[in-house]
C-alpha cells in the first residue's frame, strides 16, 4: 500500500511565496506521474502542475504557470510545490497526487487519471 503524506501550507499575504511538499512512503515500485491538485472554496478539484517522474517533464495549468514550480526529488521519493506570487484565487486545499502506471491516454490534467491521493492541505492567500 502506497501513502502520500503532505506537509506545508498555511495562511499567506498576496504576493508571498510558500512550497509544498509531498513525501511518497509504502511499496513502491515504480512512479509514473506526481500531480498536484486544488479545490477552492465550493468549486470543484482542478489541476494545478504534474511530473513525469522518470523524464522530469512537467506540466501546468495556465492560471499558476510562470508562478508555480513542480520538481521532485527521486532519492527522497517525494515531490513538491514551489508556489510564487501567490494571489487569494489560490487559495483552495491542495492535493498531491500519483498514478503508478503507464497509460497510452493518459491525462495529467484529470484527477482520475490518478490512483493514490494525499491529505489535502489548506492554502489560504489573504488581499
Known amino acids: 500500500q502506497v501513502q502520500l503524506m503532505q506537509s506545508g501550507g498555511g495562511l499567506v499575504q498576496a504576493g508571498d511565496s510558500l512550497e509544498l511538499s509531498c513525501a511518497i512512503s509504502?511499496?513502491?515500485?515504480?512512479?509514473?506521474?506526481m500531480g498536484w491538485f486544488r479545490q477552492p472554496p465550493g468549486k470543484e478539484r482542478e489541476f494545478v502542475a504534474a511530473?513525469?517522474?522518470?523524464?522530469?517533464?512537467?506540466t501546468y495549468a495556465d492560471s499558476v504557470k510562470g508562478r508555480f514550480t513542480i520538481s521532485r526529488d527521486d532519492f527522497k521519493n517525494t515531490v513538491s510545490l514551489q508556489m510564487r506570487s501567490l494571489k487569494p484565487e489560490d487559495t483552495a486545499i491542495y492535493f498531491c497526487?500519483?498514478?503508478?502506471?503507464?497509460?497510452?491516454?493518459?491525462?495529467?490534467?484529470?484527477?482520475?487519471?490518478?490512483?493514490?491521493w494525499g491529505q489535502g492541505t489548506q492554502v489560504t492567500v489573504s488581499s
Open positions: 497526487a500519483r498514478e503508478p502506471y503507464w497509460g497510452p491516454n493518459f491525462a495529467p490534467d484529470r484527477a482520475q487519471a490518478y490512483t493514490n
Open positions: 509504502g511499496r513502491i515500485l515504480k512512479t509514473y506521474v
Open positions: 511530473v513525469y517522474w522518470n523524464e522530469g517533464t512537467t
